[in-house]
């Protein structure tokens, strides 16, 4: 039987749904888990997903209501026996308003809004992460330098701490993807790092690597076919007369959720 | 029955020799009945009404419910085919799927939130997605894209236009982004003639099993019916919204008109919406289901009686409410957002609001959003409302359906000749000639706009806005591979310089637009929706501008339908009406909007309008360019003025075929692109296509213009047209197929791999830098955003 992953629907959570499809399209099984059930009924999964949305319509700060939510107590209990969890986009927000990323000593990170030429809030774009040297469990089997598409959707998404930092979580392998020119370089411009993001992290991870705090949507690209057509390269979308009847394949996003398999089954 | 002796009714029955003067009366207290529909509620009711009575008739007979001017004219839009499930009539249309995906059917659904987004442009244009979006919902659907169609004023008139601009973009992405909806594009104008009246129209797109599909009545059946009241608790927001939406805007505030929108409530509803539908199909239960619109508790409770046959009594004090206290005609009639009406078995009553309220808890969600039991189905085919030991309203169900006609007198005009170049344009490089073209505002990229917008969430995107004329997206469970449903395109189209020049013509070529973008992507196009959205009602030039409109929309639906259904027109499924788009006496241009829904067969990849293979030929297919009439260039180069003219002309005949070339295009698998002819003609669709593809590989463009002289002509007309990349080897034979199908095909140069923009058009060249001609008008709106003006 494959490992069982919960997708946390918690109020003004919106993309719970192909979440579970991601998930399922790795092999794994995904459950909805709505937030008025109770919280206990969590430890018996394997893997815990935080969906993007705007839990609590972003009041006080985005995340840090549903931060506060005895799911995410549960979660952080599970998460210490090692449990992964991967909070995206407003999940992430969550997990670092918990304080379970970068983890261990409370509230460090903040996700800030984005900082952007002549624009300002929510934006949305496809950009590239690129993967870093990492522990991270939802990296696992990706080689550091690989160049992934990902859409990104957010009006608050830019990584900060206090100096040094992120130099530190980033020394320590726990900025496992960061946003990336065409050329597999690290952003440093707009519109390539779309959020003027500190070390351009594009997620955050904890020292043991199974909790992450990623601002794109991988689970928007699980089919190949989805790519922007903006994307040049491997993972480029096929034009319509190269294709053959129904080919497509796996989109770059499956990539992280394929990583969690690998790692539930070897667990 | 009689009514309580503490309701005073609104006028006394005596005061009726001088209807006139009741009008008048009862306008100055908030209440729009004209002269003769006093007389009417009172001969209907038997009576004099009551002031909860005329509040509500005011709002049943307003334009916006009634459609009292247009019902007439509106028979005339063809709205049968075979793939109709459901047309015009409920909240939206409803069409069938072919195989794979016939166990589902479509949703349609097509409104203006024009008014309140002028009044106040954020919340407007919110309330216009959050309504619309329910419009679909409420038929058991599963909401999957909203488009909007906007048509603002010119930038350059003052800040006015601008915050108008900046609050409806915030609007509909601060609304449709945390709803978890996609927005799948639509179209944005400038044009003065909306600086003080700006167009917000919304559609809505949804999916529902094809056994599920909920109607807006009563159930047929002998059980026990009952009214569930769900959502947000009824306030005073939006109250006379629909009175205020069917007259001039007169720089009053009426802003307490406007509704107040709440996403985050909507969301969660949405959920629980959805797991009520999936509760009555495993139960087998019946029910019907509206959402709360103009009119609030007393439209929808009464229209879904009166769908049904029967009759209804509504207990008023049982509806959930805020604290404060509110007149009851406000509790009655208010357009509170976040509200729906089940009429489901009395026995289902109890696990239905328990669904929302403990499920899904929408109480901690919203302050006093709640799930009542507000009333019961009778067979007394009577409607009744009381109210603290009071009956506010007492009439038969036939008296609200009985709707409204209204002929108002109409002017039909001559239409503007076509437009030809005057010979006083300054003689310019062909290089500055289109580089000035792709730097105006009617041609730039909208793109700075759009990353406002979330089209990607729920994961079923397969084309974006800005990747090809229509968005598309898979019709099959989400996160599942193509092959195993049909595929879903959408797009708008409408010209208002086109229509204010020809309003019959305009309006044929808003239908051939919108079915030409979805079936350049591959889409047979399927289904139609439409706004009207007109002026003054009671100038008569515009109501004649109005039946000539529905005359076009209605002659290009009739040609354009067969390959949907051989013989059969593309039918309008749902549409909406907007009159007294009029501010000063100034009436907006004469602006149908269109949007066109299309089918992509399972096993054909949708095509792009993105360039991205060196070597590609460009072919252009359609009407040969042989008139600048109603282009952009014309306009640009006649004066800000200028009207450009006609539009180019429309063989309805040749569109189809175009239309059918370029979906067995797509199901051959012939072409790496495609991209429709618009603003700013060949030569600018040809930069598009550049732009939507990658920058990296370097890839170029080695125009040749066709033809000799004129070259601003071939460059830059307008006529009806889809470029496509085809491969090298088989451009010859794909010119020629078209050529057999009595369309002009030309070749019109190659994609490169040298990185450069080369133009060669009769005795002139132009050459760029790909990426410079990528980015030129990429500023233009970002600009504007931005400036600071004063005020």
Known sequence: MSASVAVIQLPGVNCERETA????????????????????????????????????????????????????????????????????????????EAGLVPGGAGVELALARNRMPARDGYYTRWIRVRVEETPCVFARGLEPGLVIPLPMAHGEGRFVGATGRMEALEAAGQIPFRYARSDGRVATEFPDDPNGSERAAAGVCNARGNVLALMPHPERAIARDAVARSIAGAWSAPAPCDLDAGAGGPGPGLLLFRALREHLEDA | MSLGVRVPPAFALEELDRPERVSESLRARGVRLDADEVVLLARLLGRAPAWAEAVLFGILW???????????????????????????????????LPAPSADQVLVLAHESHNHPSQVLPVEGAATGVGGIVR???????????????????????????????????????????????????????????????????????GLAPADGVLRSRVPAGDEAWVFVLVGKPTDSSGFGGAAFASDALKGDDDRGAVQLPDPFLKRVLSVA????????????????????????????????????????????????????????????????????????????????????????????????????IIGEVTDDGRFTVDWSGDVLVDCDVTAITAGREVRRPSRVRVPEAPGEPDGTAPAAPLAARVEWLLERLEVCPREYLTRHYDGEVQGRARLRAGEADASVIRAGAVGAGGGSAVSLAFASGGHPRWCAADPQAGARHAVAEAAR???????????????????????PAVMGDLEAGIDGLAAAAEALGGLAATGAPL?????????????????????????????????????????????????????????????????????????????????????????????????????AAAHAVGDGGTLVAIVEMLRAGPAEPGLGV????????????????????IVFAVPADRAGAFAEDARLQGLDAAAWGEVTGGGRFVVAAGAETASWDAGTVRAMGGRVLERIWNEELDS
């Not at chain 2, 039918?571 to 907006?588: C, E, Q, R, W």
Request: aromatic share 6%.
């Open chain 2, 62 to 96: 307003s334009e916006h419910c009634s459609y009292k001017s247009t019902r007439h004219l509106l028979r005339r839009l063809p709205t049968r085919a075979p793939q109709v499930v459901l047309g015009p009539g409920e909240d939206a249309g409803v069409v069938s």
């Open chain 2, 273 to 372: 919406n959805e797991a009520a539908f999936a509760r009555l199909r495993e139960r087998g239960v019946r029910a019907g289901f509206k959402d709360l619109g103009a009119g609030g508790v007393a439209c929808a409770t009464s229209e879904l009686a009166a769908a049904g046959g029967r009759g209804a009594r509504i207990h008023l004090d049982r509806a959930h409410r805020v604290a404060r206290p509110l007149a009851a005609e406000v509790l009655l009639c208010a357009e509170t957002q976040e509200r729906f009406c089940w009429v489901v078995p009395e026995s289902f009553a109890a696990e239905l609001c328990d669904l929302y309220q403990r499920e899904f808890a929408i109480g901690s969600v919203y302050p006093g959003a709640a799930a009542t």
């Open chain 2, 517 to 539: 973008k979805v079936a350049a992507v591959g889409a047979v196009p399927w289904a139609l929706t439409d706004c009207l959205n007109y002026g003054d009602a009671l100038d």
């Open chain 2, 702 to 721: 080695d125009v040749r213009v066709p033809g000799g002289e004129p070259v601003d002509m071939t460059l830059f007309s307008e006529c009806p047209a």
């Open chain 2, 135 to 205: 419009d679909v919902a409420c038929m058991g659907a599963t909401v999957v894209g909203v488009l909007d169609s906007l048509r603002f004023g010119d930038p350059a008139s003052g800040i006015h236009v601008r915050d108008v601009i900046r609050g409806v973009v915030e609007g509909v992405a601060g609304y449709g982004n945390p709803l978890g909806v996609p927005n799948l594009g639509g179209d944005t104008v400038f044009d003065a003639g909306y600086d003080r009246n700006v167009l917000v129209n919304v559609m809505a797109v």
């Open chain 1, 21 to 96: 499809a991601a998930i399922e399209a790795a092999g794994l099984s995904a459950t909805v888990f709505a937030g008025t059930r109770a919280p206990e009924d969590l430890r018996g999964f394997d893997a815990f997903v935080i969906p993007g949305g705007f839990s609590y319509q972003d009041r006080v700060r985005a995340g840090a209501l549903a931060a506060k939510h005895p799911i995410v107590g549960v979660l952080a209990e599970e998460a210490d026996r090692g449990k992964p969890v991967l909070g995206i986009c407003n999940g992430a927000q969550v997990l670092v």
């Open chain 2, 571 to 671: 039918p309008f499924v749902s549409g909406n009406v907007s009159l007294y788009n009029v501010s000063d006496g100034v009436s907006i241009p004469p602006s149908p909007i269109v949007m066109c829904a299309g089918v992509i067969d399972a096993d054909v990849p949708p095509v792009p309008m993105a360039l991205t293979r060196a070597g590609d030929v460009l072919v252009r297919v359609g009407a040969a360019p042989v008139t600048l009439t109603g282009s952009a260039f014309l306009r640009a180069t006649a004066g800000s003025a200028a009207s450009g003219g006609a539009p180019p002309p429309l063989d309805l005949e040749r569109e189809a075929a175009l239309h059918a070339f370029a979906v067995a295009s797509a199901r051959e698998r012939r072409a």
